[in-house]
């Protein structure tokens, strides 16, 4: 989340929900939250675990541009 | 909710607040009541700590349209402030791993100066479109 907070207040384009996942367990099973952290942008990028700044950065501009998604995981 | 070590960290980190703060809570008894009166407490307390932290509590059922400029639907949530709406918000009472980021998120939204490099905040500053990134996470 700390990654993602500090986006959104960089830009305007950006915000950042933290989900406490036991507490939203309907919200978790709608996007297969099966470990934690997992972070979901667009509803169409997402990982689970943390990544360093430049790759947090690389999976943002995926989800706000055109290309097709790297991170998916099952 | 937070014991008095707790409180004498998050006020050490509050000395690098640099401005005014104001935290939506989002309750609505009737949906989760104990959640929502845990957030609420929380978040009052952690208030407290700072003179430049205000705490508004909103009832989406009633304060219908606020909650929905917000993009708030569920409970409890918590929106944090600064300069502008930055669009950080949690959903659920943020204790444990969660509690470091609202401290965090209220300090970088009282600067406004996020903690990122400057090659990254190129980047963010030609984003085309919207991005909303959710973080699931749990209490451990």
Redesign the interface.
């Known amino acids: ?24 367990p309907e ?2 099973r709608s ?1 297969r ?1 099966m470990a ?8 169409r990028v997402e990982f689970e675990g943390a990544l360093p ?2 790759q947090f ?1 690389e999976a ?2 995926q ?3 055109g290309q097709a998604p790297l991170a998916e995981t099952k | 909710m937070l014991n008095a070590r707790d409180q004498e960290a998050v006020r050490q980190e509050f000395a690098k607040i640099a401005g005014p703060v104001k935290l939506v809570v989002f309750s609505q008894e009737l949906v ?1 009541g104990d ?1 929502c009166r845990q957030n609420e407490t929380l978040v009052r307390e952690v208030a407290a700590l700072s003179d430049q932290i205000s705490v508004e509590v909103l009832n989406p059922a009633i304060d219908r349209e606020r909650a929905e400029a917000y ?1 708030v639907s ?1 409970v ?1 949530a918590i929106a ?1 402030e ?1 300069a502008r709406d ?9 204790s444990g791993y ?1 509690f470091s ?1 609202l401290i ?2 209220i300090i ?2 009282s600067t ?6 400057e ?3 190129t ?3 030609g ?13 451990t």
């Open positions: 989340m700390r990654l993602a907070q500090h986006m959104a207040v960089a830009s305007e384009r950006v915000t950042a929900i933290a989900i406490e996942a036991t507490e939203f919200l978790s996007y939250v934690v952290p997992k972070i979901v942008m667009n509803d700044e430049p950065l943002v501009l989800a706000a541009g | 989760a959640l993009g569920e409890p944090v600064g930055y669009g950080i918000r949690f959903l659920g009472v943020p969660e980021n965090d998120s970088v939204a406004g100066e996020p903690a990122l490099s090659a990254t905040k980047s963010l500053a984003l085309a479109s919207d991005v909303e990134i959710k973080v699931f996470s749990t209490p």
